[in-house]
């Protein structure tokens, strides 16, 4: 060891300026690990395999899982980029220290006390910070738990500009005549974009809520499929646009609807609109139903570099290098916290806009969030974006989740303008 070490230090010594330049560069690249946070319990010994066909889906079966969606349920592919487009690297990799619970830590610290497959940090078009964990790699396709109901409010923006969908206020029903008569079929999409749909519906990673009911008879062999999933939630708890109540219940019948408006699968419309236009290095996975219908809550699959080119995009406000993508009014209404209503408040940190959480803040900014710790945040003003993937145990309601935030708002307040 003290060899090889001694050995590095010889050639960096000896080498010219165009080589140290060279490995400085190399330095600010992707910077991979075998382990990470307690390895061994997330099936470090057996490659981080994905769980057999029926298993229970057990901690040592996360990583695999969460990064190899496609050997759990059916996908389709979303069209990447026919040209890619290539991020900056800055020259040096971000340094950063943030205070938590009366200790500061730095960005090292905190990759060793939390199970993130993959971090990365970006301002604009530069990347900052680029780390893996569990033998993950920037090939690896990082599931978007509910962050994938984002993609499916952007693709909503898009639909209304192209005048497939005629309005917000438009109930699901006009989308999906088969909602006719019930009062899910009632609910107007702006009302499912908020969820504030007032549809009785449990959703507490219990296991044993109406989200499990929901997603078991989604995707279970034998399912009639998605529509038929979302018609057995019957009855209404409050008035549309009332209550604010977390549900994939809300995003599923939106997707459908807007699958209904817009003739084609989710992925198709997404490859064609917004993937394929901002440079994607990869094709993305969305999952589908076992009818064979792109599901909205959840399963979009991408690269780490891909769901930051998404940030970035929605940083811009749907504008891609000159080119809106999605109608810029339409991101700005949907990632602007409201001052009033259900919505403006959803919990202590966060209120939220159209499938999107935004953070209790003076300053317009706005994340996507999925269990299990899928994290994007975004600060328009300075173009900051955070992309974060992980393997938490738990679902929801981890004490360590709270560390991220403030891990942002420093890195806002050293680097934001």
Known sequence: MLKNVLLLCLLAFAATPAQAQAQTQAQTGPVFSTTGPDAAAYGAAENYPVAPPGAARAQKFLVGAFSHF?????????????????WQRAATELTLHYNFRGRVYDLAEYLDRHPVTGLLIARDDTILYEHYQYARTDHDRFTSQSMAKTMVSMLVGIAVAEGKIHSLD???ATYLPALTGGELGQTPLRALLTMTSGMQFTED???????????????????????????????????????????????????????????MPLADYAG??????????????????????????????????????????????????GTQLIPADYVREATTRPQAGPQSRVSPAYGYGYQVWLPINPRRQFALLGVHGQTILVDPRSKLILVHTAV????????????????????VAQLGD
């Not at 440079?279 to 399963?299: H, K, M, S, V």
């Open 392 to 411: 938490r145990p738990k679902p929801a309601n981890d004490p360590m989740a709270a560390e991220l935030l403030p891990l942002w708002n420093a890195l």
């Open 170 to 172: 438009d109930s699901a």
């Open 272 to 321: 064609q609109r917004i993937w394929s236009r901002i440079g994607t290095e990869a094709t993305a996975l969305w999952g589908q139903d076992a009818r064979g219908q792109d599901i909205g809550p959840f399963g979009f699959n991408a690269t780490l570099r891909d769901w930051a080119r998404f940030a970035r995009l929605l940083a811009h406000d749907g504008n891609w290098n």
């Open 70 to 86: 496609d050997q759990l349920a059916p996908t389709r592919p979303v069209a990447r980029a026919a040209t890619t487009w290539a």
């Open 205 to 263: 990673y219990s296991g044993h809520d109406d989200s499990f009911r929901l997603g078991r008879d989604m995707l279970r062999r034998d399912s009639p499929g998605s529509l038929a999933a979302v018609m057995q939630f019957t009855t209404r708890a409050a008035a549309p646009g009332m209550v604010w109540h977390y549900k994939g219940l809300d995003t599923e019948t939106l997707a459908l609807a807007l699958q209904a408006a817009i003739r």
